[in-house]
């Protein structure tokens, strides 16, 4: 043994590279699953750690400051500025090309809104509240005014991590917003004092029965123990796989999990594409109007949008009855903090503004507008985005995306993988101990404050004091050169209908903003 220790020991260092490699090809050699290395052993190695790293390599090398997707280097760069309080300007002009197709004008008015020294954005340059109130018109007992036209969107606790959504709470309590717990129940991490919207979908995670169904029982419970639960929202579907169910693994439901889901421990739970409570659209109504009556808060339904017919119905029985959905959430295809299969993620269910502009116009000839609150959700937190949503009809913006950034996400679109190496969408323990949920909180709530300055300013420069006040003709959008440039209401085919508005003092003044939390 002694002789076999002193002879390895004579070998050189560069004697024990060349081992190790010989021993690599020839492991290359022999296999047969992968053609590069058998063919070129040892270098083959290289082409698979470029491929691993490319992604790295055209975002922090390659793709210009406009070219990445879902989210540039310029937006991403003013959502951090944002949240970080820092300078988000642009010096020596715009490098966007502005002759685009589907660049967005906002038209400014000759004199610009003019805010007297008393009113509430002289007083707070960031107070913009949803101009219309959940649940006013179905007289629910809870109406809710959102105290914020930006709110955080439907993210689980376990899609998310635990840091990520506690941030994100104690966030919109500072911002003033609201937080949608997403379909992975109501967690301890969104119980901080921020506002909260109870999110489930079909596999009734939170309010699901010992069969797997929805239990009104635990959902009456919710609210009671819950008072921070401002309204309810069933989702139909998501942007990212409208139509596709899912599949919760054993391995992922921990003891916390399984209790926040109300699932098993360890047992894999299948969310079906349907809802059991119901399967037509009069069953869908009929299960709103028992959520609302038993828990008294408004209740809306979110979905992408693809085929009318079935939205059409919606529509018809609403006009007869005078009952329904109190908001509408509508997801673009464009939508993406669910992990879904390419074919679904990048062809089913049309882009928000398609989407919105044909659900909209349907629900408009019927003259159901000014009942229902719409919600849009979809790569809309910017300001001048945003306000092309209000112009076609929008009443509120939810932001996933965005508000994941706000809080260090980098968009390294490994969020499927839990590996997400700035802590947000992961459950690994070490790496959620990057965030630090005091300064991650304020980050979000500084992001919401800077939109809401930016799209107020907006809105001022066309001359308007609310942006539920911007017309289909307030913005124009490139088709080719601006001889084909054309309104939104030439390009989609509607008006949208005046949202009722008095003044910004009005909507500070309202017993039912943020719900009912003045009297």
Not at 1 to 29: E, H, K, N, Q, Y
Not at 222 to 230: A, H, M, Q, W
Request: with cysteine; hydrophobic share 40%; aromatic share 10%.
């Amino acid at each position: 043994m002694d002789s076999v220790i002193d002879f390895l020991g004579t070998i050189p260092w560069w004697a024990w590279i060349l081992i190790v490699l010989a021993l690599i090809a020839i492991r290359d050699i022999t296999q047969r699953k992968h053609t590069i290395r058998h063919n070129f052993p040892v270098i083959g190695h290289i082409r698979y750690l470029f491929e691993s790293i490319g992604p790295e390599i055209r975002q922090y090398f390659v793709a210009n400051n406009r070219e990445e997707l879902p989210f540039n280097r310029i937006e991403r760069g003013w959502v951090y500025a944002s949240s970080k309080n820092e300078n988000n300007y642009e010096g020596f002009g715009t490098d966007r090309d502005i002759y685009a197709h589907q660049h967005i004008f906002v038209n400014n008015a000759m004199f610009p809104f003019r805010i007297e020294k008393d009113h509430p954005n002289a007083i707070d340059k960031t107070f913009l509240p949803c101009a219309k109130v959940m649940g006013e018109f179905n007289k629910r007992r809870k109406p809710y005014r959102p105290a914020s036209v930006i709110n955080v969107s439907a993210m689980s606790f376990g899609s998310l991590s635990a840091r990520a959504v506690e941030s994100m709470n104690k966030g919109v309590k500072i911002a003033d917003a609201y937080h949608n717990t997403g379909e992975g129940g109501l967690s301890p991490y969104h119980c901080n004092g921020g506002d909260v919207v109870f999110h489930f979908g079909t596999g009734y995670f939170g309010v699901r029965g010992k069969d797997g169904g929805f239990s009104m029982e635990k959902m009456k419970k919710l609210v009671e123990d819950n008072p921070f639960v401002k309204a309810i929202e069933i989702k139909l579907s998501q942007g990212a796989k409208p139509g596709k169910g899912g599949v919760l693994p054993g391995s992922k439901i921990s003891h916390e999990i399984a209790e926040i889901r109300g699932v098993e421990v360890g047992k894999t739970v299948l969310s079906p594409p349907n809802h059991s409570a119901f399967s037509t659209v009069n069953e869908m109504v009929d299960f709103i109007e028992a959520i609302a009556e038993e828990t008294g808060l408004p209740v809306g339904i979110k979905a992408a949008i693809g085929k009318l017919d079935q939205w059409e119905e919606l529509a018809d029985i609403m006009v007869k009855t005078g009952k329904g959905p109190d908001f509408i959430a509508v997801d673009g295809g464009e939508g993406g903090t669910g992990a879904a299969p390419p074919s679904f993620a990048d062809h089913v269910s049309l882009p928000w503004v398609y989407g919105f502009g044909d659900l909209y116009k349907l629900f408009k000839e019927r003259g159901l507008t000014e009942r229902i609150v719409f919600i849009g959700s979809g790569k809309l937190g910017f300001p001048a985005k945003a306000a092309m949503a209000f112009a076609m009809g929008a009443d509120c913006i939810n932001v996933a995306r965005e508000a994941m950034m706000s809080i260090g996400c980098i968009q390294a679109q490994i969020c499927h993988t839990n590996r997400c190496p700035s802590g947000v969408a992961t459950q690994n323990k070490w790496l959620q101990r990057g965030i630090d949920v005091p300064l991650k909180s304020e980050r979000l709530a500084q992001y919401f404050k800077t939109f809401r300055k930016e799209l107020i300013e907006i809105t001022h420069a066309a001359g308007y004091e609310h942006p539920c006040l911007f017309t289909m003709d307030d913005i124009e959008v490139n088709v080719d050169d601006h001889n084909l440039a054309k309104e939104l209401s030439s390009t989609y085919q509607y008006n949208k209908t005046r949202v009722p508005f008095k003044s910004m003092q009005h909507l500070k003044d309202c017993m039912y903003l943020g719900g009912a939390k003045k009297k």
